[in-house]
C-alpha cells in the first residue's frame, strides 16, 4: 500500500486521534511542505510563494501612520472593536472598489482577518457536509482547503484563455441539478486569475452571473488582483452586474501590505448579517490596530500612484518571465497574464510536475505543482510559475534552471519511457502553507 | 405565537435564506444588541462591557515599538508570516506563563487572532454536530457561542465558591456516558471566571484532570485572567498537570491590549499540526504587524511591572463594586472575585434580569443578564457585572442606578405579584457583540 497525503503520519503518537471531528481527516500537510521549508533557502530561486512585493513601499509612510495612530488614537487603536468592522475604514473601502465598479453602502461591508477570512466565513455560513462548490478548473488552492475543510464537495468548471467557459458552467449545472445535488456556491477569480492568469472577458460576465442566477447559486466572487492589470482599465466585476447574487471579496494583500491581515467581503444585506456573527464567533472583532493603520494609509498617502508602482514592478517581472519562458522553454506552454502575480504552465506530454518537484528543488529551482489548485487527481501536467517576489534577473535563472530540469526529465523519458501517472487518493486537498498560497 | 431569539427576523427579504447551512441557523443576533447600542451613550454607566481599562498602558512606549518596527524590520512586519506564528513571539509567550506554571517547547504553541480564535480552532477541529461539550454554569458567552456555531451539544456543570464541582462533573460524565453521548471537550475558565467571578481552588485542580483523563475527555482551559490576581501567586494551571490531557489558551487581550488580537494556544504535538492546518485555512496566518509590536512591547518593556499596574487598577475597581454592592444592593447576593473583571450577582426571588435590563437603561445603568452565559434556560435570576472599565466614581454612581431599579421591580412585584419565567426555546445562544463577551 502506497502512502498518499491522506494518510496520519505520528497517528500512533496522537492519544486524541479517536477524538477528531469528520472535517479534520481531510486536514493534512502537504508532503510538498517539507521541500518547501528546503526552497526557501538563498540559493533556491523561488517561483513558487505569492508573497507581494515590498521593495516599492514607503516604509516611512508607513511608520508615520502607524505611530501617530498610538499618538493620536491609542486608547482605540488598541481596543476592542466593532465585530463589522470599522466605519472609517468601510468608508474608504468603497473609494477603493470604484475601479471594479463595486458600489456598496459602508453597511454591506464586513471587514475580515485577509479575505481568506472572508472565505472562510462564507463557506461557513453557506456550506453543509456534501454541498457542491463550483470552482474554476484550476482554483485558487486556499480555497479549497477551506472548502475541504467544509467537507464540500468541490466540482471543477473549465476555464480557457477567457476564463470560465459559461457553456462549461450550465452544463455542469443541469447535470449536477440531474444528479440531485445542492450546488451552494460558485467561486471564482475573475481577474488576473490564481493560479491560471487569466482574466473573464467582459463579454462572458454577464453570461456567468445569468447562469448562476438561473440556478440560485450564489457567486463568490474574489479578487485580491483586481487593481493589478497591466494595460487598460479594469474590467468592472461581477458584482457590479447583480449586486443580490454576488459576494465580493477583497484585500490589502497585494495592493498594499498583508502583514496587517485586512480584507473584506461586500454582501447582500441579509448575509451581511450572518457573516458579522460568524466572524464575531471566529474572532469576536478584526484587529483595530490593524484597520486603523490601513485607514491611515488610505488616508495620508496617494494610494493609487502606489498601486501603479506595484503595477509597473509587476509588469517588469511578468515580462522578464515570458520572455525568459519563450526564450529557454520550447517544449512547454503557458498563460500570458495581463495582470496578477502568476503564470500557469503546461509541461511536455508524459511528464509530472509533482513527481518533477524534488529534482527541481535539487536544481535550485522551485514552483508549485499544478496538483495542488485541484480538488481532485488533475493537474500533474502543470505547474504555477509566481513572478512576483524575485528580481527579473532571478526570474530569468529560475527559468533556466526549471529548463533544464524539464530537458534532463525528457531525456530520462526518452530512455525509460513516461512513468505511469499515479492518480491521488480521493479529493485530499494539499495544504503547502501559507506563503504559497 | 411570541418571538424568540431564534426568529429570523426579515427573513422575507433574504433571497439566499434556503441556502443557510445547518450550522448557520443558531446564528442570531442577541435582542439585547439593540438595547447595547443605547447603552454605549456617555450618560450610561456600563456594568456591561469586558473591555480591558487602557488608560494606565504607557501610550509613548507602544508608539516607539511599533514606528521602530518599521523602520528596523518593515519589509518582514508588512509580509505574510507562518501559519503557526511568529517562533521570536512562541518564545516570549514561554515567559509570560511561567507564573501560571505552563511549561512547554516554542514548537507546542500556535498564535491567534486573539484567544477567540483558538476556541474556533479547537472546536472545529474536535467538534462534530451533536458532540458534547461540557462548560461551567455559566460559561463564557463567547465560547458557548462557538461551540454552538458547530452544532455542539453544550451540557453545563455546575460551579460553586471553589469553582467548577468535581462530583458534579464525574456524575454528569457518567450519566453522558450512559446515555450513550460522545463528550469531546470540557471547557472552563478556572481562573477567576467569566461571568462567575470565582476561581477552581488547587485542591480541586488535580481531581478535574483526573476525571477528565479518566473519561477520554479534553480539557480546554481558557486563562485570559490567569495574571490578574489580586492576592498572592497564580494557582498552577490545569495544563500543568497534564499537559497531554490539556489544551491551554492564554491572551494578551487583557494584560497588554486586545487591538492588536494576539491570543495563543499550548496544545499536544499532534493537536498542535491540526490546529495549523485549521489556522491555516481560516486566515491564512496571524497578522506579523500584531505579532511583532507584541513582541517588542515585551522585550522593551517591563510587562511584569505593567501587569502589575493593571492589576491595582483593577483591584481598585473590584473594591469600589464590592463596597457599593455591600452597601446598597442588600437584597442580592454576589460573588467576591479574587481578581479579573467579573462579579456574579444574583438578583432577589422573582426578578427577570432580562426582562429588566430596558428598564435599567433607562435608568442609565446597564449589565448583561444571566441568561447569556447559558447555553439552556438558565440565568433569568443572575447579571454580570464589570467593574473593569468605569472609574471607581462611575462604578458606584452604576450601582446605585441599579439598586433604584431593583428596588422599583420589587415594588412592582410586591403589588402585582411576579411574572411567570418565560424559558427560552431551544438553546439558541445569545451573541450580545465583541465589546461584551
Not at 486536514?27 to 517539507?34: G, K, L, N
Not at 467561486?187 to 454577464?206: A, D, F, I, K, W
Request: glycine fraction near 10%; charged fraction near 20%.
Amino acid at each position: 500500500m502506497q502512502t498518499g497525503e491522506g494518510s496520519n503520519q505520528g497517528s500512533r503518537l496522537d492519544q486524541w486521534l479517536g477524538s477528531y471531528a469528520a472535517r479534520t481527516r481531510g486536514m493534512t500537510a502537504s508532503e510538498i511542505r517539507a521541500l518547501f521549508a528546503v526552497a526557501s533557502r538563498p540559493e533556491v530561486v523561488s517561483l513558487a510563494g505569492g508573497m507581494p512585493n515590498l521593495t516599492a513601499l514607503p516604509m516611512d509612510v508607513v511608520g508615520r501612520a502607524v505611530s501617530s495612530l498610538v499618538a493620536e488614537n491609542g486608547p482605540v487603536a488598541l481596543q476592542y472593536g466593532s465585530g463589522q468592522g470599522d466605519p472609517e475604514l468601510r468608508l474608504r473601502i468603497l473609494d477603493v472598489m470604484v475601479p471594479n465598479r463595486v458600489t456598496a453602502h459602508p453597511d454591506d461591508i464586513v471587514v475580515t482577518t485577509g479575505s481568506q477570512q472572508a472565505l472562510d466565513l462564507v463557506t461557513r455560513i453557506f456550506v453543509d457536509p456534501g454541498d457542491v462548490v463550483l470552482a474554476e478548473a484550476p482554483s485558487y488552492v486556499g480555497a479549497l482547503g477551506v472548502f475541504r475543510s467544509y467537507q464540500a464537495d468541490v466540482v471543477h468548471v473549465p476555464m480557457d484563455g477567457e476564463g470560465l467557459i459559461p457553456s462549461a458552467l450550465s452544463d455542469t449545472l443541469v447535470s449536477l441539478k440531474r444528479a440531485g445535488k445542492r450546488v451552494k456556491l460558485l467561486y471564482t477569480v475573475p481577474n488576473h486569475h490564481n493560479p491560471g492568469g487569466v482574466t473573464l472577458s467582459p463579454e462572458r460576465r454577464p453570461q456567468i452571473v445569468e447562469i448562476a442566477r438561473r440556478f440560485g447559486v450564489l457567486v463568490l466572487e474574489d479578487d485580491p488582483y483586481g487593481l493589478l492589470g497591466f494595460d487598460g482599465d479594469p474590467v468592472p466585476a461581477l458584482h457590479s452586474l447583480d449586486p443580490d447574487g454576488v459576494i465580493y471579496l477583497g484585500s490589502f494583500s497585494k495592493t498594499f501590505a498583508p502583514g496587517f491581515r485586512v480584507g473584506w467581503a461586500v454582501a447582500p444585506h441579509a448575509v451581511r448579517e450572518k457573516l458579522v456573527l460568524a466572524s464575531e464567533s471566529a474572532i469576536l472583532c478584526p484587529s483595530s490596530f490593524s484597520q486603523m493603520a490601513v485607514t491611515s494609509y488610505l488616508a495620508e498617502h496617494d494610494w493609487k500612484h502606489q498601486v501603479g508602482v506595484f503595477r509597473e514592478l509587476y509588469r517588469e517581472r511578468r515580462d522578464a518571465m515570458l520572455h525568459a519562458l519563450g526564450d529557454m522553454m520550447p517544449t512547454s506552454s503557458w498563460t500570458s497574464p495581463q495582470g496578477g502575480f502568476y503564470v500557469w504552465v503546461r509541461v511536455p506530454d508524459g511528464l509530472d510536475t509533482k513527481a518533477m518537484l524534488p529534482r527541481a528543488v535539487t536544481a535550485r529551482v522551485a514552483y508549485v505543482p499544478g496538483t495542488a489548485f485541484y480538488a481532485d487527481a488533475q493537474g500533474h501536467d502543470h505547474m504555477r510559475l509566481s513572478y512576483c517576489y524575485p528580481s527579473p534577473e532571478r526570474i530569468r535563472e529560475g527559468v533556466r534552471r526549471l529548463a533544464g530540469v524539464i530537458d534532463q526529465e525528457l531525456d530520462v523519458q526518452a530512455t525509460f519511457g513516461a512513468a505511469p501517472r499515479r492518480p491521488r487518493p480521493g479529493s485530499v486537498v494539499d495544504s503547502p502553507g501559507p506563503d504559497l498560497t
